[in-house]
């Protein structure tokens, strides 16, 4: 035997729950190979710029700048976790294929006017936070059942952001390396590894904010408003970061970041940590509101209600019953904070509810009735 048996194994429904992913759609089968097809020339050009040597010199230093800023917007998206193959997907484009969509945007613009000033303070910051949002844009018009708020359109501009960061670090790397030498390679990284690897992601985190407002709006006005006012203040921020070291022989840059690009930082952590905080109100709002109408236990409230309890629940699972247990803990958490979020879209909303939210609902509440037994066993 392989291990030990678990209980559901032989419940074809529970069995159903836990393996619902079906085959992928086509659109989901085009855009891997669409990505993976400007990946694969975004190295190529990287290549051709750069040679072997420096580009995996670069790609390895230009990497460990961003751990600590992946892991702060995987913490933000705790309540109600995005799907592991969008997130790759959100960097997966900021590094292949809005660098790809920037520069050649960049290259036509260019026809009109070579002033440096111009590219880099008008035409980088409005074509380059186009190609990062973009990703955001085609989320919420092809799978617009993904984004619930803010938490979660913070969470994938700005993993785009971090994509594009990773992709510009490594040319800017990898052109300090073969023309400066490994002194020019240190400055560089310090500059832009160390001190500014939030550029990008911040910038583009205003276009998130602007979409999550959207999502959530009630107005056709708000809707369409909210991402182009947060795709202005995206193109301001970045264009207010890349003018000022045109400015005071690049004194400008030391001002812009102490006066406006750490302070910005700083709302934008604290924004984020709120909307999150928000999210966990929600889920109790919601979860409560549905248990008055009998549709959950007290004990889900308790369990779906509270991140630590999440937790503790998950390391038990494992603890009794291995990996399998453990997914199972995590998918019927998850499907109660989904079935709490899309409650509290429909009893918020003053439109007639979506028939296909409604069907959504009864699906999750199916679901976990299967999977409870399983969750809260009986004596």
Request: charged share 15%; proline share 4%; with cysteine.
């Given at each position: 035997m392989s291990g030990p048996v678990v209980p559901w194994a032989y419940d074809a429904n529970a069995m159903a729950v836990l393996q619902s992913r079906g085959p992928r759609s086509k659109l989901t089968v085009l855009s891997i190979a669409i990505l993976g097809l400007a990946l694969v020339l975004v190295v190529i050009l990287l290549l051709m710029v750069g040679g072997p040597r420096p580009?995996?010199?670069?790609?390895?230093?230009?990497?460990?700048?961003?751990?600590?800023?992946?892991?702060?917007?995987?913490?933000?998206?705790?309540?109600?976790?995005?799907?592991?193959?969008?997130?790759?997907?959100?960097?997966?484009?900021?590094?292949?294929?809005?660098?790809?969509?920037?520069?050649?945007?960049?290259?036509?613009?260019?026809?009109?006017?070579?002033?440096?000033?111009?590219?880099?303070?008008?035409?980088?910051?409005?074509?380059?936070?186009?190609?990062?949002?973009?990703?955001?844009?085609?989320?919420?018009?092809?799978?617009?059942?993904?984004?619930?708020?803010?938490?979660?359109?913070?969470?994938?501009?700005?993993?785009?952001?971090?994509?594009?960061?990773?992709?510009?670090?490594?040319?800017?790397?990898?052109?300090?390396?073969?023309?400066g030498g490994p002194n020019e390679l240190a400055a560089t990284v310090v500059i832009r590894g160390l001190f500014s690897p939030f550029a990008h992601p911040l910038f583009t985190?205003?276009?998130?904010?602007?979409?999550?407002?959207?999502?959530?709006?009630?107005?056709?006005?708000?809707?369409?408003?909210?991402?182009?006012?947060?795709?202005?203040?995206?193109?301001?921020?970045?264009?207010?970061?890349?003018?000022?070291?045109?400015?005071?022989?690049?004194?400008?840059?030391?001002?812009?970041?102490?006066?406006?690009?750490?302070?910005?930082?700083?709302?934008?952590?604290?924004?984020?940590?709120?909307?999150?905080?928000?999210?966990?109100?929600?889920?109790?709002?919601?979860?409560?509101?549905?248990?008055?109408?009998?549709?959950?236990?007290?004990a889900d409230i308790a369990l779906a209600g509270s991140l630590q309890a999440r937790r503790a629940a998950c390391r038990s699972a494992k603890l009794h019953g291995g990996a399998p247990a453990k997914q199972l803990m995590e998918t019927y958490t998850n499907d109660l904070t989904l079935l709490a979020f899309l409650h509290d879209a429909v009893m918020t909303s003053p439109l007639p509810p979506d028939p296909k939210v409604a069907l959504q609902v009864g699906d999750l509440l199916v679901r976990t009735q299967i999977l409870r037994p399983y969750v809260f066993p009986g004596p």
């Open positions: 580009v995996l010199i670069s790609a390895l230093a230009a990497a460990a700048s961003f751990p600590l800023l992946i892991w702060f917007f995987f913490w933000l998206d705790r309540w109600e976790p995005e799907p592991a193959r969008y997130r790759w997907a959100a960097l997966a484009w900021g590094g292949s294929a809005a660098v790809l969509i920037g520069a050649g945007a960049q290259f036509l613009l260019s026809a009109f006017s070579r002033s440096e000033f111009l590219g880099a303070v008008v035409f980088a910051p409005v074509t380059e936070e186009f190609a990062k949002g973009l990703f955001l844009v085609l989320v919420f018009w092809l799978r617009p059942a993904q984004l619930h708020g803010v938490v979660d359109s913070i969470v994938y501009a700005c993993l785009a952001g971090i994509g594009f960061a990773y992709t510009e670090d490594v040319l800017y790397y990898s052109s300090a390396l073969t023309d985190s205003a276009i998130g904010i602007g979409v999550g407002v959207a999502v959530t709006a009630r107005t056709l006005q708000v809707k369409v408003l909210a991402p182009l006012l947060g795709y202005l203040v995206a193109v301001l921020l970045h264009a207010t970061w890349n003018g000022s070291t045109m400015v005071a022989e690049g004194r400008g840059f030391l001002i812009a970041y102490v006066l406006i690009m750490l302070p910005a930082l700083a709302v934008l952590i604290v924004l984020a940590a709120r909307a999150r905080r928000n999210e966990g109100r929600l889920v109790q709002r919601a979860l409560t509101d549905a248990q008055q109408r009998g549709w959950i236990t007290p």
